[in-house]
Every structure is written in structure tokens, then in C-alpha cells.
């Protein structure tokens, strides 16, 4: 069964065909990275009028680079929430047309559950139930995957979400957007113990998270240093952040693994890409013997094909929507 997805969250116009919820035949995404660079982070209008001019073209090569016609496909699937609302109008519209002009079944999805969805793509033998970290630029996320379609929230972040902490972290030292991802490439090498960062626990709930006293640590001690007209070691500091990012994300997440009855995890969403991350997950999983899932790094950020896959287990779970069909900026997973 081939099904066509469409995703327009954030700053990413993405479309692909899958099979079967497993076998990309085509992804392709327009990034509007370099536009958004220009004003530090992504501006909600511009990504809006952005992907109202390439959703045709991006469709239209999807289906091209698929060797596909409309009437190859069962289901037309689209993100419809969370994300930037006004961004989703345009893939949730455009998804609409389709389906009505073309008389296939629109699948609403949850951009969460296609974040865990990108693992399927990579990992053939990989099934419910597992533990997943969904961690991007506007979320984090400890869950239970039951089922393809049923979850439990397990922790989740009481502020900003891990994505959102490496961002403006790297916006007040200076580095450009995307934040997270050059953070990344700039602590290569550096020492993570030379800043001394705190790793903030939630009172009471040991699965959830809290990463704005980190932030604001990261950036008082970069006023202070400028302040006081101290240099700083700057590739030791982005280091010992990210170090600090990474074990709050780690902590809890063993914590759950010890604690539910998962002996599966898998990681997902853009900052899943970050390789202190991918690193020490790795090496806990092995010391562990936990079977560990990272999606490629082709399938970390937003793209359509992992909506694709988790349209075709909304689409046999029944989860087909009428043209009412809304967008939402805020939706929980389960
Ligand atoms: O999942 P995603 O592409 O979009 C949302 O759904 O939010 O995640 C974007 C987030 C941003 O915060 C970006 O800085 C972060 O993922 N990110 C990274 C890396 N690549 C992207 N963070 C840390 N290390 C990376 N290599
Ligand atoms: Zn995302």
C-alpha cells in the first residue's frame, strides 16, 4: 500500500511516497534553513508563505521521483499538529484538495508519532511496544509505544523543550542558526567538564524534565564573562553544555527503562541527531543490553517520509478524517 505524505510543522516543505509504512520510494524536502538564518530562528509568517509557494512542486516531485501516480495510492497523509499553526494550514489544506479531488482517505498524523515513526524506516524487525525520547526543537517527550498507535506519556519537559535550550544557547554564544546542530559540530573536541553546568531535576516527577534554569545558567555565564571582559573557552563551554543537555536526557531515560517493563528504546526527532547524544545512548545500551534504535541522520530532522509511515498505521488502525479536518499548534500524542 502506497501512501503519499505531507509535511509542512515547521520550516521543512516535505513530501514522499512510502510502502507499506516501511520503504521510503521517495522524500523530499524543501528547507527554508537558509531564509530563517538571516533572523536567528524561524520566523511563523514567512515558513507559512514559504510553503504555500513549493507544496506543488515538492508534491509533484514526490510522486515524480516515486514513479507514482495519484492513482497508485491508497491514502494521502498530512501532519496536522503540533507545529507552527499557520505552517500546517498549508500542508493540511493542500492534503484536503487532494484527497477530495483525488476521492483517497486523508490521514491525519501527529508530528510526534512520525518523529518515532522515522525508526520503522530504518529498523525493518522494530515493533511495538518500546520506550522512546522524542527530542526536537519543541519537544521532549519520554513515551510508551503500546502499539503503533497507542501511547503513554511517561516525563516530559515542564519548560523548554532540549532542542529549544541547545538553540538559544548557541544563538547567545554567537553561533548561527540552526542552533542545535552547529552547537554540535562546534563542541567537537572540547572538553566537557571545563564549565560546570546544573543538571535540574523535577521535584516529584523523575521522568520529567526542565531545561530553562540550564539555559539561563549557559547564558548568565556568558553576560558575566562579557561583563567582566574574561574570555571564555568557547569550544570547552559549548562542550560542557552540551555534556549537561545530554545527561538530563540520558538520567531519565534510564531511569525509565529501569522502572517500566520496555527492554526497547529508541530515539527520535531532530536533536536525536546530536552526537553526544547518539554516543552515550549507545554506550549505555550496550553496557545495559538494551536494544537501542537511532534514526539516520537523513531521518532525525522533519521530512515526510516518516509521516508516511505513520499514516499507514493511522490509516489500518481506521484513523481516516473528513475534509473538516483542522490543524493544531498544541495536541498531546496519546
Ligand atoms: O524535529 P525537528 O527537526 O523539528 C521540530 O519538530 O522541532 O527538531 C529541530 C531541533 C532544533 O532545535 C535543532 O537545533 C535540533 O533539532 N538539532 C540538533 C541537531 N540537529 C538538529 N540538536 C543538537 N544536535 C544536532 N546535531
Ligand atoms: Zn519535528
Redesign the pocket.
Known amino acids: 500500500m502506497k501512501i503519499l505524505a505531507i509535511e509542512t ?4 516543505t516535505a513530501a514522499a511516497v512510502v510502502e507499506d509504512g516501511r520503504k521510503i520510494l521517495s522524500s523530499v524536502i524543501a528547507s527554508q534553513a537558509e531564509e530563517h538564518k538571516i533572523y536567528g530562528g524561524v520566523v511563523p509568517e514567512i515558513a507559512s508563505r514559504r510553503h504555500a509557494e513549493s507544496i506543488s512542486g515538492v508534491v509533484r516531485k514526490a510522486l515524480n521521483d516515486a514513479s507514482c501516480q495519484i492513482s497508485d495510492l491508497s491514502a494521502i497523509g498530512v501532519t496536522n499538529c503540533p ?1 507552527l499553526i499557520g505552517a500546517l494550514l498549508v500542508g493540511v489544506n493542500f492534503a484536503k484538495g487532494l484527497s477530495y479531488a483525488s476521492k483517497l482517505p486523508l490521514v491525519p498524523v501527529h ?2 508519532r512520525s ?1 518515532i515513526a522515522a525508526n520503522y524506516l530504518c529498523y525493518p524487525e522494530l515493533e511495538p511496544p518500546f520506550l522512546a525520547l522524542v ?5 521532549t517527550h519520554l513515551v510508551g509505544v503500546k502499539d503503533y498507535t497507542s501511547f503513554e506519556v511517561i516525563g516530559q519537559t515542564m519548560d523548554d ?4 535550550a ?2 538559544k544557547a ?1 544563538r547567545a554564544m554567537g553561533l548561527p ?9 562546534y563542541a567537537e573536541g572540547g572538553n566537557p567538564s571545563a564549565y560546570k553546568f546544573p543538571r535540574p531535576k523535577v521535584d516529584n516527577h523523575p521522568y520529567d524534565f526542565s531545561f530553562s534554569g540550564l539555559k539561563t545558567a549557559a547564558v548568565n555565564m556568558l553576560h558575566k564573562a562579557r561583563q567582566k571582559g574574561e574570555t571564555l573557552n568557547m569550544i570547552d563551554f559549548a562542550a560542557s553544555y ?1 555534556s549537561a ?1 545530554t545527561d538530563c536526557l540520558i538520567d531519565n531515560l534510564f531511569k525509565a527503562v529501569k522502572n517500566f517493563d520496555y527492554n526497547c528504546v529508541a530515539l ?10 547518539r554516543k552515550r545512548a549507545i554506550e549505555i545500551c550496550r553496557n545495559s543490553k538494551i536494544n537501542l534504535h537511532i534514526p539516520t ?1 537523513d531521518l ?3 521530512n515526510a517520509a516518516m509521516a508516511a509511515s505513520q499514516a499507514y498505521y493511522e490509516f489500518l488502525s481506521g484513523n481516516i478524517a473528513g475534509l473538516e479536518l483542522n490543524a493544531s499548534a498544541m495536541m498531546d500524542i496519546v
Open positions: 510543522s515547521c520550516d521543512e507545529g508530528h510526534l518523529h527530542v526536537s526543537g519543541g519537544h523543550a532540549a532542542g529549544e541547545l538553540d548557541a542558526y540552526p542552533g542545535g546542530l552547529n552547537l554540535d559540530k552540551q543537555v527520535a526527532g531532530g536533536v536525536s541527531a546530536n552526537s553526544e547524544l541522520l532525525c530532522g522533519d
